[in-house]
Each structure stands twice: as structure tokens, then as C-alpha cells.
């Protein structure tokens, strides 16, 4: 299957539709079953990473299951990612994102910017559609406040 860059960015902006629209299925279904999602950001204090999460599919899918069940911050995230590198290796794209993640007030409606960082994507590209294998959010943000338990 010959894929082009276009394909892989606009698959990574799709993923960051189905978030956005906290359309947790949709976003699901555009992952592989062996998909992998972590969070991490470097401590200067301490000089290392710190891995804030580290899940599979069904650890994920077991996550979002549990989001009602959580005092979570009801205020909408919009992510806006911007695809830096796209690497092609057979059937796979290792894909370089930047992201920010911007929250909008419900009350009054201001928007403030919420995380800063990039998505480190690996895309599988056979089987005639693109799904993502595995996320690392590698965030310079670390501070997110409270209730913040939605999938970045």
C-alpha cells in the first residue's frame, strides 16, 4: 500500500478530532488492538522522565470506560497538533507532532492554553487504512491542575 504524507497528517488531525469531541469509540476504533498510549514529561528538578501513564488497547479502553465514574474537569480541550516529520518504513510512519492543547472556559467561555508538547506516533499502514499503534505524549507542561483525566 503506497501511502502519502497527506494521508498520515490528516489521520493524526482525525485522531485529534475524535478527542476533541470526546468521541471516545471513534477515537478507539482508529487504533490497532496492540495499540500503546503513554504520557511523559522530563522533571528538571529531578533530571529525569516521568511517566504519567503507560497503557495498552484494553487499559485504555477500560480508562475511558471509568471517565463518568471521575470528577473530571467538565471545561472542553481542543488539541491542535502540527505534523513536523512523517518517516515511512514499510507499513509503518513513525510521525512527529507539535501539540497544544488549549481549554475553553464553560463559564464565561475564555480560552487559556492548557499543555504544551509533542505526539510521537507510530501509524501502521497496512490493511487499507491507517490506525495509530502507539501515542507517547511527551508533554513540557507539568502542571494540568485537577481533574484531568481525559486521554491527551
Not at 501539540?99 to 497496512?126: C, H, M, P, S, W
Amino acid at each position: 500500500m503506497t501511502v502519502d504524507r497527506t494521508e498520515v497528517e490528516e489521520f493524526v488531525y482525525e485522531t485529534c478530532l475524535r478527542l476533541d469531541e470526546k468521541d471516545w469509540q471513534g477515537f478507539l476504533d482508529l487504533c490497532d488492538p496492540g495499540f500503546n498510549y503513554k504520557v511523559t514529561a522530563y522533571a528538571p528538578e529531578i533530571r529525569a522522565e516521568m511517566t504519567w501513564l503507560d497503557r495498552d488497547r484494553g487499559e485504555v479502553e477500560e480508562f475511558i470506560g471509568m471517565l463518568p465514574k471521575h470528577n473530571t474537569d467538565p471545561n472542553p480541550l481542543t488539541r491542535h497538533a502540527q505534523v513536523w516529520k512523517v518517516k515511512v518504513d514499510g507499513d509503518r510512519a513513525a510521525v512527529v507532532s507539535s501539540l497544544q492543547i488549549y481549554r475553553t472556559a464553560l463559564n464565561g467561555g475564555a480560552t487559556e492554553l492548557f499543555a504544551v508538547g509533542k505526539y510521537f506516533d507510530t501509524v501502521g499502514l497496512d490493511g487499507g487504512r491507517p490506525r495509530l499503534l502507539a501515542r507517547h505524549v511527551k508533554l513540557d507542561t507539568r502542571d494540568l491542575g485537577w481533574g484531568t483525566h481525559l486521554p491527551l
